[in-house]
């Protein structure tokens, strides 16, 4: 493979690596060339990694497990490497390392000790999942995995519901009528939902519909669901802004209700004006009052 407008690697670097999501021909020529030229590869699952590298016809890396049960582990091994000179690739199952899988604390370490990161970027299943949404893609907020336990998952739609963002879920397929049942019953069901099932695969859909009308149709569905699931969910409209407090009427309810000391101070509570102010104009509206009876 020729190699000749390409970088080289750079010593004591770690390279953070995308993977395809699920099309092998979306590897990047760069990527194939990190995997081929670094020392080790950190992988979250060693064997689904070899898979990738044989088709890519790279053999000569070692490579080396990195998942969420050994990191801690694994860590210093990996410094001393790095800061020994050697180069390192961060690779996951499938797309961008980190987004919902192991890595964190070795590019936090790194970071900490000034060992050069690098972004090798590629296929990722949030920005797949996102283009052809068919929803707003100026601002949107990652929330990985809902959790599995109903109470959980609820009080965590709960606590993003007047989220204005687009919202992106990942979902595992059994979980997917529960969930998709849960935003409908705490977002409304009028809400616009994309599921997004097996992006780059050969059984890739999308099914665009309000959730009360995507809940009803896999709550009934005969067959088993299958593939990888990415939510994509649109954000609330937002809340229109508050009219402005008419201070005259208000004054002059507030002036029939209550002592002019306590109708002032809650008149500068609503408003966020001077209470000294507030009284002094309640006095006058109670002495034109008292005048004109």
């Known amino acids: 493979m020729s190699r000749e407008s390409t970088h080289a690697l750079q010593p004591g670097t770690l390279y953070v690596v995308a993977t395809p999501i699920g099309h092998l021909g979306d590897i990047s020529v760069r990527a194939t060339q990190v995997l081929h030229d670094v020392d080790v590869i950190a992988a979250e699952d060693t064997r689904h990694t070899r898979g990738l590298l044989n088709h890519l016809g790279v053999g000569a890396p070692r490579l080396l497990s990195l998942h969420e049960h ?97 919202l992106v879920f990942f979902e595992s397929p059994k979980r997917v009528p529960d969930a998709l049942s849960d935003i409908a019953d ?43 699931i990415v939510l994509v969910v649109k954000g609330t409209a937002a809340l229109p802004s508050a009219s402005a407090i008419d201070e005259e009427l208000l004054i002059e309810l507030l002036a029939d209700a209550l002592p002019p000391r306590r109708a002032s101070e809650i008149a500068a509570r609503l408003t966020g004006g001077r209470k000294n102010d507030f009284y002094k104009r309640i006095l006058k509206t109670t002495d034109a009052g008292s005048t004109g009876k």
Not at 74 to 79: C, E, F, I, N, R
């Open 186 to 228: 705490i977002f409304g069901e009028d809400r616009l939902v994309a599921l997004c099932r097996e992006l780059t695969k050969r059984f890739e859909s999308v099914q665009r519909a309000p959730a009360g009308e995507l809940s009803a149709q896999f709550r009934n569905l005969s067959e088993k669901i299958k593939g990888e």
């Open 70 to 166: 050994n990191e801690t582990r694994q860590l210093p091994g990996l410094v001393r490497l790095l800061q020994s000179g050697g180069s390192v690739a961060l690779v996951s199952d499938a797309g961008t390392p980190l987004i919902s899988d192991p890595g964190y604390r070795l590019v936090s370490k790194a970071g900490e000790l000034d060992i050069p990161v690098i972004a090798v970027p590629g296929p990722s299943a949030v920005t797949a999942a996102l283009s052809i949404s068919g929803l707003p893609t100026d601002r949107f907020v990652f929330e990985g995995f809902l959790p599995a336990r109903a109470e959980a998952r609820r009080t965590r739609l709960q606590s993003l519901s007047s989220e204005s963002r687009t």
